[in-house]
């Protein structure tokens, strides 16, 4: 289906992989568009879901013209594994703004969610940027979760020793090809009720073993008597991603519920920590969601700051299969 919009620009919807050449223009959309923002638009999932056959997303692009690769000048991710929710996020570049592009993506995005009728549309708005808020906003779609980026100068984390690893635990680096079903157990197991982190798949946890950014060294599982009970995962992003140098992550800590309450999650934070900070880094991030409160408590504690945030907002009004607003 093709839609034009005041500004002419056609917004197709497509299912399955893009087009490596689609792709391409996609990326460098976001990119073209974090350089301006300062802030990526679109997160890492959606980038790894444009070329994977098995992503349950559709890929709504706007161009120059209808089928023209080379002319994207708007594109969203719907993903619509759902029947509850369908999660998107979008990007419109800088200089079409203003123009009726980002109101077709949306809308667009809103007929994908409608598709099941009991199904409701979130959209991120990362670094939650006045225009993205507007748009959302004009939509009558309200805020319904935060995520915190939190960031520590790795020179003013204090100098007390790492914290100590439970009796009987050891910790060893991750081996590709080796531990990939053991660790996707127990991270669905620490984060069951996080809807992102919960349920990552093996295709999932493949495509990031293929990035560039994949170091085993710094992916660090921890064990006792040979079974898994926790790990922390981390992450370099180069100059250019969050500031003019690289920038270290705590990608994902997660202990299994099991072994939860013997201090190994803050073991391993400091792990983590100290495996970038060897690296040379100064400075490290990590997310958070802001209802979080402990967790925020705990990271502040160790240094860390707020340093951005990340807006999902929602319109979680019920509907009808006819698609009229239901009394409650």
């Known amino acids: ?6 500004a002419r620009v056609a917004v197709t919807a497509h299912t399955g992989p893009l087009e490596p050449l689609t792709a391409a223009a996609v990326r460098r959309l976001a990119a073209e568009a974090a350089a301006h ?5 679109l997160s890492e999932q959606p980038l790894l879901w444009l070329e994977d056959p098995q992503a349950a997303v559709v890929h709504l692009l706007a161009t120059l013209s209808p089928g023209d690769a080379a002319q994207v000048v708007g594109y969203a991710q719907v993903e619509v594994g759902s029947t509850t929710t369908a999660r998107a996020e979008l990007v419109v570049h800088p200089a079409h703004r203003g123009a009726g592009v980002g109101s077709a993506l949306l809308e667009a995005a809103g007929g994908q969610a409608r598709e099941v009728p009991s199904r409701v549309l979130h959209v991120w708005a990362h670094g939650d940027l006045p225009q993205a808020r507007a748009l959302v906003r004009s939509a009558g779609m309200a805020v319904v979760r935060e995520l915190w980026q939190m960031r520590l100068d790795l020179a003013r984390r204090p100098t007390a020793p790492d914290r100590p690893l439970p009796p009987g635990v050891t910790v060893r680096a991750f081996v590709p090809g080796q531990d990939e079903e053991a660790w996707r157990r127990v991270n669905s197991r620490a984060f069951a009720h996080h809807p992102e982190q919960g349920r990552m798949t093996s295709a999932d946890l493949r495509a990031r073993e293929a990035e560039p950014w994949f170091d085993p060294a710094g992916f660090l599982l921890a064990e006792r008597d040979g079974v898994l009970l926790g790990s922390v995962w981390t992450k370099v992003h180069p100059a250019g991603e969050h500031g003019d140098e690289p920038v270290g992550e705590i990608y994902v800590v997660g202990v299994d519920p099991d072994a939860q309450g013997l201090g190994l999650g803050g073991a391993l934070t400091d792990l983590g920590l100290t495996h970038l ?15 979080n409160e402990v967790a925020i408590r705990t990271y502040r504690r160790a240094g860390f700051v707020r340093s951005g945030v990340d807006v999902m907002f929602g319109d979680d009004t019920p509907r009808s299969p006819s698609g009229a607003t239901m009394a409650p």
């Not at 289906?1 to 005041?6: A, I, Q, S």
């Not at 900070?277 to 209802?291: D, F, H, K, N, P």
Request: hydrophobic share 40%; no cysteine; proline share 8%.
């Open 37 to 41: 923002d300062e802030v990526a638009p």
């Open 1 to 6: 289906m093709v839609e034009p919009t005041k």
């Open 277 to 291: 900070t060897v690296t040379g880094l100064r400075s490290v991030i990590l997310y958070t969601e802001a209802a």
